[in-house]
């Protein structure tokens, strides 16, 4: 009974989870409240490793040494180390930063349990089971090392991803799934993203000052300390202790943040932090001296802002937004815009490009139609639905959340029915992605999903949205749904890889959707509404009402009455998104921009 997990009700009441861990036996009592924190002894290295370099010979204009932190990292579908487009993101990264050969290595966690695993319960609806993970391509580095967390000792393990094993950069995962830990520390590594509070602060700490521990261990000594999000900013009160002024942590620290909304920017109690160690031996006062943030609540965003030297956005809107959302705090570095994007080595068909350049129409259909009915055997396999590779086929597909709003094109009951049962200009539907597995809202959403879907032969909603799948999904897609509420989306890469495979973007103007679209050229996009002056309610009107009205009378005549012309915006898609959106440009501007 005392052994199951801190129940998320306890994550902020200090006095029991002291007295849990107390009569667990797995921490010593700690010191009175109120005492400054103090290192019972060290961190501890059982092996030394001396001037790492990354094992191959950096090109000369990327040849500044970079540590990148990401609490995920979307490498390839065998690691489930991720949970969706943040992973996706620096996944992509590592790959173009090794296609360049920069001087650049990842500095991860490796997930027990991964995220999850989304199967389904007896009636079809989601359901999330955690089976441990077990990766034979990792190589044990012999590196173990301690953090404190609360006060204790924990002991954690590095282990390695080689560049030749997935076509990536150099990426280091740490574990504290060690005999040496007490079950409660080896957990911090079992599920990403932990629901317990307590949890999660020490997660965010064993990527940030466990990270940092790493890179001295390895003798790596990189110039610049890139925190993809604020999971990682721990490792400033860590280079705090290293070199001794705020001025020279800043000198080598720079920060991207991918959160449009200041109330979305994660925050924790100052006082259960500064209990967890978090704050490496700095007393809250120095740390509200360090920081300029006042109250109860650590802001982990705003203290990176204020100890980076450079930062930035992932679209040119999200940069906007942030500088405008950021702009009454004083201390931080202008916000740039560095716009996401995605490897076009690991998520293009070649075989589509081929054909595009070479100008050959047959192919090109015929490569698609293939792609079409390849991808609907796994349809067919989940859901008994047999799809047709001839019909115009919509994909929503990413994770679930409520900003999203996966069920948009449903609110409207009869139209949604006259869409899905028109015989002369017939659709097909399919719904794939991951909610939180504690977002019961969006949980709800998935499952009402999947009962609608029951109604129709043309209509599929699949489970296990991974890296596999999104390829899959994104090859079967003639048109990629998308339809965020704006400005919510800070970037939303999905419809870049949809493009890549032959795939047409259909979205609200959000993210990077701004910088690409040319409405009926090579997407269409949903007019902007007042989205400042109105209602929740009237915005999502307004939306569903265009989707509704393009879809109907332009999107479905093109594909059925014009197929010259929808293969033009198919291309126009394709070619655009290699120029523009493939990540070999983002990891060139980041040295270019942000690293410099």
Known sequence: MVCE????????????????????????PFPAFGCKFRFAHPPIAMTQF???????????????????????????????????GLGFLSGSHLRSAYELKQNLIGIGILWKYGYYDQVRNQD???KAEWYEKNYSFLEDTGIKFT??????????????????????????LLSTDLPENDYLSQTITHRLYDSDTAAKIAQMMLLGIGGAT?????????????????HGVSCAFYLMKKYGKKEEVQKRLVFTTHTPEEAGNEKHDFYLCDKMSYFYGHSQEEVRQLTGIEGTQ??????????????????KLHGEVSRQMWAGYAGIPTIQSITNAQNWKYWADKQLYRFMEEGDNAGFDDRKRHLKKRAFEIVADQTGKILDPDVLTIVWARRFAAYKRPDLITRDLERFEALVNNTQLPVQIIWAGKPYPMDYGA??????????????????????????????????????????????????????????????NFSTDDGWIREFAKHGENSFIVPQADYENLSIEDQDDHDL????????????????????????????????VQANFESNRMAKEYYELIYK
Not at 147 to 172: C, I
Request: charged share 15%; net charge positive.
């Open 5 to 28: 997990r801190l129940s998320a009700g306890l994550n902020t009441n200090i006095e029991l989870l002291v007295g849990l861990r107390i009569i667990l036996k797995i921490f010593p």
């Open 50 to 84: 001396n001037n790492y370099t990354v094992p191959y010979t950096p090109a000369p204009e990327y040849s500044k040494s970079v540590a990148y932190f990401s609490m995920e990292f979307a490498i390839h579908q065998p690691l489930k180390t991720y949970s969706g």
């Open 124 to 126: 079809q609806t989601l």
């Open 147 to 172: 953090v404190p967390v609360h006060n204790q000792s924990v002991w954690v393990k590095a282990y390695y991803l080689a560049p030749e094993t997935f076509q990536s950069a150099p990426l280091f």
């Open 214 to 230: 790493l890179i001295d261990i390895l003798g790596f000594n990189p110039a610049v300390y890139h925190l993809n999000e604020a």
């Open 298 to 315: 650590f802001n982990h965003s705003l203290a990176a802002l204020r100890f980076a030297r450079a930062a930035n956005g992932v679209s």
């Open 443 to 504: 949980i709800s959403v998935f499952n009402s999903l999947v009962h609608l879907s029951k109604r129709f032969k043309n209509v599929s909603v699949c489970v296990g949205y991974e890296l596999a799948l999104s390829k899959r999904l994104k090859q079967a897609s003639d048109l990629w749904l998308n339809n965020p509420r704006v400005p919510r989306e800070a970037s939303g890469t999905s419809g870049m890889t949809a493009s890549m495979n032959g795939s047409v």
């Open 545 to 576: 009402d265009h989707l509704y009205a393009i879809l109907t009378s332009e999107i479905l005549p093109l594909y059925y009455s014009n197929k010259r012309k929808w293969r033009d915006v198919v291309q126009a898609g394709m070619q655009e």
